[in-house]
């Protein structure tokens, strides 16, 4: 299996010519990973099938599973799909960042069907990272790109971890240091009718509901791992380690993940302290690079602080949900889920 993905894989830092690399890269259907300011994405031509079913292999994703297509600008992603008066609102306040927004696609649009699992909308972002905004400008085609991990891990926030999950997959990483935001982009369907929430993540529901002034639907956890969001499994985020959520203590062979110290005294085998002082959003930036270093010291489980569900902590508690999640038995080794 592996013999027929073999490339050779560089991590280089982002550079102006490292980036003219990756395009060139991309544009003949390679595969390269970049920083964004959510989570390191793998990206890949989403006009091209064949760069998109490249994508699938490398991360072991099963097809069903549609991609985020990555824009310069708002202009760009608006040509692409029909965004209706909540989606141009939300476009205008939060483009460029870290939210998603999912459309019925337009008849003229370039992204190819496997990029969108055959759906007949699309899910669209227009990155502010300096490094992914320069690396599509010069491309000049959108860029398909889940997170840069082995489906079923847990998303990289860093080159390296890039480099532990897909190592002789891809062939380039431009390596831009550690994400500002660490959770992934906020998933919003508008599709006529009230905003839904499909999936929480870096902007908070409260800012993107103070901008249409109105309250977003939330999909229930089960719906939402329907057919409208397919990427929402309910275990996705999976650490080798067991996951236990809201510990108040912490046994024998379990590794700490702290918040606000609240299991600093417990005398944890590992520990790791994803915000000292309470603050959910330097919590979120620790989220995944606090997970992998845990589960890197051969713990059985993982216990876990509780953590509040306001801002970014409900964006923080949906990934651990999944973390903690039973797993079917091949997720383990990292072949079923996103
Ligand atoms: O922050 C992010 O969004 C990162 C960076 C790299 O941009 N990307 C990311 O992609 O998290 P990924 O593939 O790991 O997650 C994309 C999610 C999946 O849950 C997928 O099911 C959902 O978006 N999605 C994509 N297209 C969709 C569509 N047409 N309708 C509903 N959900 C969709
Ligand atoms: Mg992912």
């Excluded at 013999?3 to 550079?15: C, G, M």
Aim: net charge neutral; proline share 7%; charged share 20%.
């Amino acid at each position: 299996m592996s013999a027929s993905f073999y490339r050779q894989t560089r991590l280089v830092p982002a550079t102006a010519e490292a980036i003219a690399e990756a395009a060139k890269i991309l544009r003949a259907g390679g595969l390269v990973a970049m920083p964004t300011e959510t989570v390191y994405g793998l990206a890949g031509l989403a006009t091209s099938d064949t760069a998109v079913a490249a994508i699938y292999a490398a991360k072991g994703r099963p097809a069903f599973n549609p991609l985020i297509a990555h824009f310069a600008d708002s202009a760009s992603a608006a040509g692409e799909a029909m965004l209706d008066s909540r989606a141009l609102r939300l476009a205008a306040a939060f483009w460029p960042g870290p939210l998603t927004l999912v459309a019925p696609v337009a008849a003229a649009g370039r992204v190819g069907l496997l990029a969108r699992s055959g759906l007949d909308t699309l899910a669209l972002r227009v990155p502010a990272h300096p490094v992914a905004q320069a690396l599509i400008q010069a491309v000049g085609a959108p860029l398909a790109a889940p997170s840069a991990n082995r489906s079923g891990r847990v998303s990289p926030t860093r080159a390296e971890h890039v480099a532990e999950d897909l190592d002789g997959r891809i062939d380039l990483i431009l390596d831009a240091g550690p994400c500002n935001y660490g959770v992934e982009s906020t998933i919003v369907a508008c599709l006529g009718g009230p905003a839904r929430l499909l999936r929480p993540g870096a902007i908070a529901v409260e800012d993107l509901e103070k901008t249409l002034g109105e309250r977003l639907d939330r999909a229930a956890p089960e719906a939402a791992a329907g057919p409208i969001a397919p990427g929402a499994l309910a275990s996705h985020y999976a650490p080798r380690a067991g996951v236990r959520l809201d510990a108040q203590d912490v046994g024998a062979a379990e590794a700490a993940l702290d918040f606000a110290g609240q299991l600093r005294s417990c005398g944890a085998v590992s520990y790791f302290e994803l915000s000292p002082g309470g603050d959910l959003a330097e919590a979120a930036a620790n989220l995944f690079a606090g997970l992998r270093r845990l589960d890197s010291q051969s713990v059985r489980a993982i216990a876990v602080a509780p953590i509040p569900d306001r801002g970014l902590g409900a964006a923080i508690n949906d990934r651990l949900r999944r973390a903690a999640a039973p797993r079917p038995d091949d997720t383990l080794s990292g072949t079923l889920y996103a």
